[in-house]
């Protein structure tokens, strides 16, 4: 069922409106707190000595010179940690059970693996003082050859580790009928093969990395103050990996300053803050430079694609087959095996393609790890299906939306069982394409388009469509057992009413950046008819929500939501038994509307949540066998993902004397079911949107033969800003999610599985007159320049 | 070395580090931690902070180089009874920020720009605000925050 551009299902109560956020005025006044801002007397200043190779025996680290500099506390080298760790570093997601994953420390002690792995740390009184005696750490390194190209890597050629016996780690496939496939391209009258590159990304969120552990030698514990999206996650792997009893650690969450993916870690310098912190009794704190940022923390996306589909002469897909290079970097991180995994069953889209084959291999090279970045591994098969799709329809000579809806799974076929092994909940993909051909006024651009073009303007139109799904809100516990992920995928909250008739929401869900205050409570004061501004919200550190499984593809409403409104209903169950004690009628004679209960028929007879809040309170008069308190808890374990789609329109101009491309009009039709908060659906598909351009046209984690990167500031590594990017133009279908309660689905990270493609196909769109198939991301006007050149000489570059 | 530095309309004496940055100046000496860094190329403005009322990076700037100079952070931006500044209050009611880290040194820029920009275009904003890198928002709401402060006839930057 499709309601086409309506917004939130309410028809009383917040839900559905565009309440604006709670979360702002500290925000906006300085008043947060990052970790970065955490005033701990006495703390030392930890500085992280890196190898400026991307792979080298550790010869000889000498700290004698660095011990000596002026305030220096401590200094120590990988070896002078080994017996710290109890176990290396967490791999979360061992995707089969022979993969590779050579142990990872977080300082090296006899090879280093990358350019940025850790080879000594130095702690001192001030920052800059352990940064001065950083530069006196004498390291001696003997350089090894550097598995540096995804493809050469693959070969073999160079192994990434010495003592490996392959680079390959694994090789993960999802093909449920081989023979059905091959017989889908024998039999096809066209057929199409692509290759692709996803090119690496580095996530760069605004406020980088920090953590500061504060140890309390006397009372036991360890307070882990950490930029994280996982506090719960990451106490628990502190815990196995420093070998540090679970419950003495206390993780906290302050104000994190975004994170898409690259807070999602267990990193070597939180571990490194906590066995110092233990080691030297003092708390110890460490701040990740930018520059520092972009070899130290994760890098994104990274695979080589080769994507063919098999059609009939119309252009209907019969069959999707997929093969993967991926980019593990040096180590397996928390999830690098598995991100792959998370678009393995996506990549024959939106469409309804009856044979599908898989298969992926993971790879490590001497660069920094990837892992999970915004999207992980949806964008990727987006990327892939969205600009095969527009070659498919090059080649028969149709137009690519006309392709899109010859091959949409239609909305009739919800529930819809892929080929992959998917239940997709609900869509209709059809309806969320006209509104984007529209929006964006399709019919008038390719009229102006063909205009431009037979006058021979130097400034070509082109429009680019991507119609996509996700499989997001993470996720069913036993899907994830059957892909080998060490994890479950529940969340938990608790909802209870003080005895002033306030209420505290507890969620395991760890915003940073999501407007998650301001989403909860809008769901818990509709459920119990109270002032969103009365219900308080706790998150984010492990004392106050001891469990949860926090923040991280697009899972907190669908999954911490639901838990949110089933632990309010269970709270209202409690209330109504309490209410019918207190006016003496059977409890299902009472509705709850307001905030108060009334007996149905006799609406003067009532009582307010409020006043049975303090009667459970005081308990002085409870039914025979109730608790005291209105609290209720739910741990929820969702039953399917949640499958949001829709089709984003981009256009562009490009200057064919100079290569450049403007992005001058996008719109987007997005569905994520129905919208809790829809002025915070549209901030979440802006600037997923802008990450999705971003990697079209600017971005890329550049590194030399020898494995340098060479991005590692903002003057390198273009992330964009105001001045390169347009306003966006957006729309709405709504098609409830009936896999959870709430109807709703994920948008966190839609916009940038969506965009990258549009902007890709917008560009070769317009040069596919020229003869233009594909041009690598990013999109850079020289790359665009030249592709003209190699497509049609004297057409377009030569001038 | 010894500086005088008017923050928020308070002038203190410190002595610092010749090498010591205005925004470490303002962080660790003045305790003020609404100014953020961000980057160390002053590329993303997340440390901007009006200098004689004029957006400057902090980061680009010596503290000894705001000896006798005044300065003015994100914290003196709302009224002291706490209420928001016009442009603070443009960002909340358009959903310019997500989290927030980018926020004060853009309200500073904006600050400024709509200073020298009193009514500005789309475009005008989009080159205005270049110099500050948000992640979050896709900018696509600051802009359109920015430019609500401009043409709202009751509010006055």
Known sequence: MSTAVAEGTATTGVVGTR???????????????????????????????????????????????????????????????????????????????????????????????????????????????????????????????????????????????????????????????????QRAFDGAAVTVKERYVQQRLIPAAMETRGVCVVPQPFGGEYVVY?????????????????????????????????????????????LLCLVLARRLRKPVRWSEERSEAALATIHGRGQIQEIELAADADGRVQAVRVHLLADMGAYMQLVTPGVPLLGAFLYHGTYDVPNYSFSCTGVFTNKTPTDAYRGAGRPEATYAIERAMDALARKIGADPAEVRRRN??????????????????????????????????YEGLRAEQARRRAEGETRLLGVGLSSYVEMCGLAPSRVLASLNYVAGGWETATVRMLPTGKVQVVTGATPHGQGHETSWSMIVADKLGVSPEDVDVLHSDTAVSPLGLDTYGSRSLSVGGTAIALAADRLVDKARLLAAHR?????????????????????????????????????????????????????????????????????????????????????????????????????????????GVAQALFEEASYDEDGTLLTTTFTDYLVPAASELPSFTLGRTVTPSPSNPLGVKGIGEAGTIASTPAVVNAVVDALSHLGVGDIAMPVSPERVWRSMGAAAPGTGGGR | MRVTVTVNGTSESHDVETRMLLVHYLREVRGLTGTNIGCDTTSCGACTVLMNGESVKSCTVLAAQADGEEVTTIEAMAAPDGTLHPIQEAFREHHALQCGFCTPGMVMAVASFLDEHPTPTEAEVREGLEGNLCRCTGYHNIVQAVLAVAHSTELVP
Request: hydrophobic residues 45%.
């Open chain 1, 408 to 441: 949409f799974i239609g909305a009739d076929k919800f529930p819809y069982t892929s080929a992959a092994g998917l239940v997709f909940d609900s869509g209709n993909y059809e309806a969320a394409l006209a509104a984007a051909l529209e929006l964006v006024d």
């Open chain 1, 226 to 270: 950490s930029a994280t999206q996982i506090p719960h996650i990451l106490r628990t792997m502190l815990g196995i990996t420093a070998g540090v009893a679970e419950e003495r650690i206390r993780v906290v969450a302050p104000a994190v300053g975004g994170g898409f993916g690259s807070k999602l870690d267990v990193y070597a310098e939180e």
């Open chain 1, 19 to 181: 309440m604006r956020r709670r979360e702002d005025p500290a925000l906006l006044s300085g008043e947060s707190r990052f970790v970065h801002d955490l005033v701990v007397p006495g703390a030392l200043h930890m500085v992280v000595v890196r190898s400026p190779h991307a792979h080298a025996r550790v010869v000889s680290v000498d700290l004698s010179a660095a011990s000596g500099m002026p305030g220096v506390v401590a200094a120590f080298s990988g070896a002078d940690l080994a017996e710290e760790w109890a176990t290396p570093m967490p791999c979360a997601w061992p995707v089969t059970p022979d993969m590779q994953s050579p142990a990872h420390l977080p300082v090296a002690v006899a090879e280093a693996c990358y350019v940025g792995d850790a080879v000594a740390v130095v702690l001192a009184g001030t920052q800059a003082q352990a940064q001065d005696a950083a530069g006196e750490v004498a390291v001696v390194f003997e350089a090894l050859p550097a598995a540096v190209d995804l493809e050469d890597a693959a070969s073999d050629r160079v192994l990434a580790h010495a003592d490996a016996t392959s680079n390959r780690a694994y090789t993960w496939e999802l093909t449920p009928d081989p023979d059905a496939v």
């Open chain 1, 583 to 691: 006016l003496e009628v059977a409890p299902e004679d009472l509705e709850l509307s307001g905030g108060q209960f009334s007996v149905r028929g006799s609406p003067q007879s009532t009582v307010a949540l409020g006043a049975l809040a303090f009667e459970a309170f005081t308990a002085h008069d409870l039914p025979e066998g109730m608790e005291p308190n209105l609290e209720a808890s739910c741990t929820y374990d969702p039953t399917n993902f949640t499958f949001p789609f829709g089709t984003h329109a981009a256009v562009v101009e490009v200057d064919t004397e100079t290569g450049k491309v403007d992005l001058v009009r996008y719109a987007a039709v997005d569905d994520c079911g129905n919208q809790i908060n829809p002025l915070i659906v549209d901030g979440q598909v802006h600037g997923g949107i802008a990450q």
